[in-house]
C-alpha cells in the first residue's frame, strides 16, 4: 500500500475482479487461522506459567479505606490489574492509559461474571485518582498504591536514581523509558484459605490487549495509521480532550507518555 504524504489518504492501491479478491481473502483467512490457533496455544502456555506466592503485605488506599491486596479480589479467585500511569504529582492520567481504561467499563461486568475482579492502581494519592476518574466518567475500581512498594516490586514505576541511569528495569530487561512511571498488566489468584500469587504480567505492547479500539482499527483500509516510530501513539488523546477535526487530518501533538515497544 502507498501511503501518499497527505494525512491519511491512500493512493495507488490495487484493485481487481471480485473473483481474484476472494481468492486473495481466502488465502489471508487461512493465515488468520494460524495466528488464532497460535494465539490459543499461547494462552494455553500462559496459564501452565507457575505462580509466585505473595508474601509482602501491601496496603491501597481506597474509598472504603485501607484494603489489602487480598481484599481487592472482591470475594472472586482472580484479580486483572491495570498499572495506571499516575505519578504522586501528576495533574492527570496518561493519555495512553486512559485509552485503555476507557475500554475497561463495557468489559468489567463480563470478567466480574467469569470470576475476575477488575481494577486499577496508580501510585498517585486517592483524592487525586478520584479527581481525575470523576472527570473521565469512569465507573471501574480504582486504588493508590501510594507510600507502598508495590509499583516498583511489579516493575511499573522508578526511582530517581534509575532514571538518572538511563536505563530502568522494564518488560523483563533493561531499557531507556522516558518517565517515572511505566504501563502494564499484572493478573493474580486468590486460593480459599486466602493466600495470593502472582500469574503473569505483561509489558510494553502487552498492554494492547485492553485496547479493543486498536483491533477493529486493524481491519480498516488505514489501519493504526501510526508511522512515527518511538511515538506510535501521539494520535491519542483523553477523551474529552480531543479537537472537532476534518476526517483527512491527523494530530501533531506529541502525547504525554511513551506507548513503549514490546
Known sequence: MNIATA????????????????????ALLAQEKELTQLHDRIAKARRALPWVRIGKDYVFDTPDGPRSLADLFDGRRQLLVQHFMLGPDWEQGCPSCSYMADHADGMNVHLAHRDVTFLAVSRAPLAQIERFRRRMGWQFRWV??????FNHDFGVSFTPQQIARGKVPYNYTTMAFPSE??????????DDAGAVFHTYSTYGRGVEVM?????????????????????????????????PQAPAQAATATSACCHANA
Open 211 to 243: 485496547m479493543g479500539t486498536y483491533q477493529m482499527l486493524d481491519l480498516t483500509p488505514r489501519g493504526r495509521d501510526e508511522h512515527n516510530p518511538g511515538h506510535t501513539m501521539d494520535w491519542v488523546r483523553h477523551h474529552d480532550r480531543y479537537e
Open 181 to 190: 512511571e511505566a504501563p502494564g498488566l499484572s493478573v493474580f489468584y486468590r
Open 144 to 149: 493508590s498504591s501510594h507510600g507502598s512498594d
Open 7 to 26: 494525512p491519511g489518504r491512500i493512493e495507488n492501491h490495487p484493485t481487481v475482479s471480485s473473483e481474484r479478491w476472494l481468492a486473495e481473502r481466502k
